[in-house]
């Protein structure tokens, strides 16, 4: 397994003002995706395209698939393998077993000193006191290796057990084709597809959400801070402030999360999502290009900027409205016309080129009199073009209605 991110002390020092100028490009980068979204008006909406080599877009509440690219194709998540991490963090908050506030003691494995060079590290020691939440942060933000293990030593007894439990996990939510080797992602041996790292995703967020403020959408992140320092009082390299990995927080409306990642073997893999309007969104990619760390950073940051505004512009959440005073002619009947509700239909995600597409197609049952309000007499259904059936739903009548007289039922017999 081979890495090269550049994330020693000096290193963020020294690239503080890149990161200025690659957030600048970002912003310059996005204005030219939102600009044409008129585009995305016309019909038949093109997919866009991107640099990662699998990637799939998803509607949060639905499940629903917007976009996919190899999705099924098995890659290393690299530290986008911290959110199943976290989850079971918040499994053990959850179950009373330790609190966000839990100080946690830093071992000789968890020191940053013991891990591989130019890694992905909070800076924690051997000695330092640290609250869980804290090391959650370190996990989720500057993406620290030595606070995966820290935690996985704490709660479980080692980094083996713990990852023992991340497998168990896996297996109970049906991620058949995901297996975890380590609790940091380091390893290539960490295996997923991006439709499996989705579809957890929606669950980790629907699980997590009270956590989002502080695990995800920060800026920044500091550490150490006076309390978690030994009692000599020193530390390596002091408060070091690291920026949080995920280029879009701040810069692109709705992006809350989640988790970037990156090894030689998986390439710039990115778990993000947005929420706009009331509808949030979910997207993974992976394996996407970079010569260096900065333009690896940068190419993922526009495939999800591109994709995400895909996603917001190019589908609708649109709710159909069926026919008004929708009447049928009735043989027979003391009135000639029966009135007609529709039972109302459920809000649909659709492409917005399709809207115009949509129809509303009635199937009526062999009708019997006397005819009661509220009776069931057909089904309706919602087509999409001439194919597929979107949704379906039942007639009712509006009124009661009774036989005709004898007369009106010989002039309609005849009529009809």
């Known amino acids: 397994m081979t890495f090269k991110p550049l994330h020693s002390a000096t290193d963020y020092c020294n690239t503080a003002f890149m990161k200025k100028i690659l957030s600048c490009i970002l912003i310059i980068l996005l204005v030219a995706v939102l600009i044409p979204v008129t585009l995305f008006s016309a019909p038949k909406t093109p997919a866009p395209l991107i640099n990662a080599e699998s990637a799939i877009l998803i509607d949060a509440e639905t499940g629903k698939v917007l976009f996919e690219k190899n999705a099924d194709n098995p890659a290393p998540p690299a530290s986008m393998t911290k959110l199943m991490t976290l989850y079971v963090i918040s499994g053990f908050i959850k179950d009373g077993k330790v609190s966000p506030d839990t100080i946690v003691p830093i071992s000789e494995n968890a020191d940053f000193r013991n891990l591989p060079p130019r890694s992905s590290l ?3 020691e051997q000695g330092q006191k640290v609250t869980l939440m804290e090391l959650m942060q370190g996990l989720a933000l500057p993406s620290g290796n030595d606070a995966g293990i820290a935690v996985a030593e704490f ?3 080692s980094v083996a057990d713990f990852v023992g439990l991340m497998n168990k996990e896996a297996e109970r939510l049906g991620m058949n084709k995901t297996h975890f080797d380590d609790s940091s992602g380091l390893s290539e041996k960490n295996i997923t597809t991006a439709r499996e790292y989705a579809s957890f995703c929606r669950i980790y967020i629907d699980e997590n959400l009270n956590y989002f403020e502080d695990l ?35 810069r692109m409306p709705g992006v809350d999360g989640l988790k970037t990642g990156y090894i030689d073997e998986s390439g710039y893999n990115f778990a993000v999502t947005a929420e706009q309007n009331g509808r949030r969104l979910i997207l993974v990619t992976m394996g996407g290009p970079g010569t260096t760390a900065s333009d690896g950073g ?17 589908w609708t959440a649109y709710t159909p409205v069926p026919p008004g005073d929708k009447t049928i002619p009735l043989r027979g009947a003391a009135k000639p016309l029966l009135g007609v509700r529709f039972s ?71 009529r009809y």
């Open 216 to 250: 995800h959408t920060q800026r920044n992140f500091t550490y150490p801070k006076p309390e978690n320092l030994p009692p000599s009082g020193e530390s390596v390299y002091g408060p070091i402030t690291q920026p949080n990995h995920n280029l879009l927080i701040g």
């Open 155 to 157: 709660l479980a007894g």
């Open 298 to 314: 940068l190419r993922r940051a526009f495939d999800a900027a591109v994709l995400l505004t895909y996603g917001f512009h190019a």
């Open 344 to 414: 109302m239909p459920t809000r649909e995600l659709i492409e917005t080129a399709a809207i115009d597409e949509l129809e509303f197609k009635t199937y009526y049952n062999d009708i019997k009199l006397p005819v009661t309000a509220g009776s069931i007499i057909g089904r309706w259904e919602l087509h999409l073009g001439n194919n597929e059936v979107l949704q379906s739903g039942i007639l009712t009548a509006a009124e009661n209605t009774d036989k005709g007289t004898l007369l009106r039922r010989l002039l309609d017999w005849f």
């Open 122 to 124: 909070m800076f924690i």
